[in-house]
């Protein structure tokens, strides 16, 4: 043991507990290295995560591109209300979506009623659980109201909040209507 701490703890401590400090200061050595104990042979085995992380592909750009524009928009595009006389419904619908994509931004946090955020850049993860309530509400009801609530509920669980839609607000485009 090459640390004087360690050293002076020799005398005080159990065996039990050299071996856990030992175990602990091999891991400080390894600088991006951590000690894994290989659950087969019951061996501690090095490995070298930074390595392991940055050759992983977390994001992928095209695969995006396909779930917001093929998936989430296209199909509420084609199966919510379509005519001026149901813009409303649909704003408040891609409001609650676009909530949850910018991960609980919103319009009425900025006076001028802009995001500063955009739903396209969300992580993947994001994007899939999105698409994943979108492609259950198409093959089910395709009902306006149930998508609404849908993805109100899906704001609520992940602590997102909502758009406010106070009449007092100048960015306000549509009343809230529940």
Not at 6 to 12: F, G, R
Not at 27 to 33: E, L, S
Not at 114 to 128: E, L, P
Not at 153 to 160: M, P, S, T, V
């Amino acid at each position: 043991m090459k640390n004087p701490k360690l050293n002076k703890a020799k005398k005080i401590l159990s065996k039990e507990d050299l071996e856990r400090l030992e175990l602990l200061e091999k891991a400080r050595q390894k600088k991006g290295k951590q000690l894994r104990v290989d659950l087969e042979k019951g061996d501690l085995a090095e490995v070298d995560e930074l390595r392991q992380l940055l050759g992983k592909k977390s994001e992928n750009p095209e695969e995006k591109y396909q779930i917001y524009y093929t998936g989430i928009t296209n199909l509420l595009k084609k199966y919510l209300p379509k005519g001026k006389e149901f813009k409303e419904g649909r704003g408040l619908i891609y409001d609650e979506k676009n909530v949850f994509l910018n991960r609980g931004k919103k319009k009425s946090d900025n006076p001028n009623g802009i995001r500063k955020s955009d739903g396209r850049m969300t992580y993947q993860a994001k994007m899939n659980e999105m698409l994943d309530v979108v492609s259950k509400w198409v093959s089910t009801s395709q009902n306006s109201t149930d998508i609404y609530l849908q993805l109100y509920e899906l704001n609520e669980k992940h602590g997102y909040g909502h758009e406010n839609y106070d009449k007092t607000s100048k960015n306000s485009t549509h009343q809230k209507k529940l």
